[in-house]
């Protein structure tokens, strides 16, 4: 069955580096999303991606973050400068149409230090 | 701003029984509400869908019920197994855009 990779699995990173996290969306999607989710608290909407540009995003994904589709296989989403606050689950989904199902990644944990 | 959440935060069943999850939503504009399981350490899985013109419908073992008129949403889960155990999550959505998802806060379904 198809499905949804991240990687890393899990990154320890210190205040003020850059991460990148790294996706790979089921091959024959087009819609590409990243949630996130801090410990203990709900899912929450980051950004969503389609054909090669931002389609919507939410006020979480400020300057420091941006998202790129390298090519025909990877989606990332860079933090430029972490924070503490940045530490949360990091999950990427896609779908194969405007509307349709999400699939999600098993997540990337990342922890700020 | 309007949420979707959820009346209970851990549900403790015994093995065999039926559950019972509650979801309340409070944008009328929501017109397809989805949910999910999360198992420990991993992600978000679709368990079943209803769109706002629908009131029930059914999986395997698994059932959503839509009351637009309240604004509730529940799932139902036949015969609970221990493989049950996970957090569910109600999310709502709209059909005009792109697929963002607004998450509940999850509930955890205990099965022992």
């Known amino acids: 069955e198809p499905e949804v990779t991240q990687t890393p699995s899990h990154q320890v990173t210190q205040m003020g580096q850059e991460v990148i996290l790294r996706c790979v969306p089921i091959?024959?999607?087009?819609?590409f999303y990243w949630y996130r989710q801090i410990l203990g608290q709900k899912v929450e909407f980051l950004v969503s991606f389609y054909n090669n540009e931002i389609s919507e995003k939410s006020e979480i994904f400020d300057d420091q973050f941006s998202v790129e589709r390298p090519d025909g296989s990877n989606f990332t989403l860079k933090i430029r400068s972490t924070k503490l606050e940045d530490s949360a689950m990091y999950f990427c989904a896609s779908s194969g149409r405007d509307g349709g199902e999400l699939f999600f990644g098993e997540g990337s944990r990342l922890t700020v230090l | 701003g309007e949420s979707v959440g959820l009346h209970l935060p851990t549900l403790s069943v015994q093995e065999g029984d039926n559950s019972i999850i509650n979801c309340a939503y409070s944008n009328s504009a929501s017109d397809y509400f989805i949910w999910y399981k999360q198992e420990s350490g991993k992600g978000p899985q679709f368990i079943i869908d209803i769109r706002s013109n629908m009131d029930k419908r059914q999986g395997q073992r698994v059932t959503v019920l839509l009351n637009k008129t309240v604004k509730h949403l529940s799932l139902q889960i036949a015969a609970t197994q221990p493989g049950d155990s996970a957090v569910y999550f109600c999310?709502?959505?709209?059909?005009?855009?792109?697929?963002?998802?607004?998450f509940g806060k999850g509930t955890m379904l205990l099965v022992s």
């Open positions: 091959s024959n999607h087009l819609y």
């Open positions: 999310a709502e959505t709209f059909q005009s855009g792109y697929s963002t998802l607004t």
